[in-house]
């Protein structure tokens, strides 16, 4: 099975740049995805990393290490609509996603 | 529009009686999931569904039914057996299995008392 871990909590201010980091133990693991949730709402899908190195999307980044079994999500520029709870999730061989159990993201403005 | 519909928003049960929860999707995705979220914590996976007519328990299936009888429609059953079902509970579908991106409905808040 897998198991991921990430900071229960991470506060920034407007504009800064913050790095929700994510550590994962796991057997058969493809890859390493993300999701942003707002309050009571669906996760959105943000990125995934199938491959080591670092995926760009606007704002957002990625970055997997298979040698350390970690990975980050890099927030830029952030906004006050960036507050919300971020999960990283493993995929494994049979598709599966194993979710952490989330990072509540508070941006002060 | 295409997207996954789940109903009700909010549900309220007395404890003992079964309850069965909507999921529906218009993506054409072969794949759908069940996940059940309590506050403040992650997703856990409850069923998931790579084809129609088959499905495979997640890692707290028990007290919780499914079925799968056409692809658009994944209905969870919570069971009185399921000890402590009150929680916010998702549906995701995904193209093919693949699980790269997983495209989640809106919920359903159970309640039971």
């Known amino acids: 099975g897998q198991s991921l871990e990430q900071p229960s909590e991470v506060t920034a201010v407007e504009g800064a740049i913050v790095q929700i980091n994510c550590t994962y133990q796991t057997s058969g693991f493809y890859g390493l995805s993300w999701y942003q949730q707002h309050d009571g709402g669906a996760p959105t899908f943000l990125s995934y990393?199938?491959?080591?190195g670092l995926e760009e999307t606007g704002r957002f980044s990625s970055f997997l290490s298979r040698s350390d079994s970690y990975g980050y999500l890099l927030l830029q520029e952030l906004q006050m609509k960036d507050s919300a709870s971020y999960f990283c999730?493993?995929?494994?061989?049979?598709?599966?996603?194993?979710f952490g159990g989330g990072t509540r993201l508070m941006v002060k403005p | 529009d295409g997207g996954i519909t789940q109903s009700p928003k909010y549900l309220f049960r007395k404890e003992g009686q079964n309850v069965t929860l909507s999921c529906e999707q218009n993506l054409n995705h072969d794949a759908m999931y069940w996940y059940r979220q309590d506050p403040g914590q992650g997703l856990r996976l409850i069923y998931y569904s790579q084809i129609v007519n088959d499905f495979q328990k997640g890692d707290i299936a028990e007290g919780y039914s499914v079925s799968r009888e056409k692809k658009e429609s994944f209905p969870l059953t919570v069971t009185s057996a399921q000890k402590n079902p009150t929680a916010f509970y998702l549906c995701?579908?995904?193209?093919?299995?693949?699980?790269?991106?997983?495209?989640f409905g809106p919920g359903t808040r159970l309640t039971v008392t």
């Open positions: 999730a493993g995929k494994n061989a049979g598709n599966m996603l194993t």
């Open positions: 990393n199938g491959l080591d």
């Open positions: 995701a579908s995904s193209a093919s299995g693949l699980g790269d991106e997983q495209y």
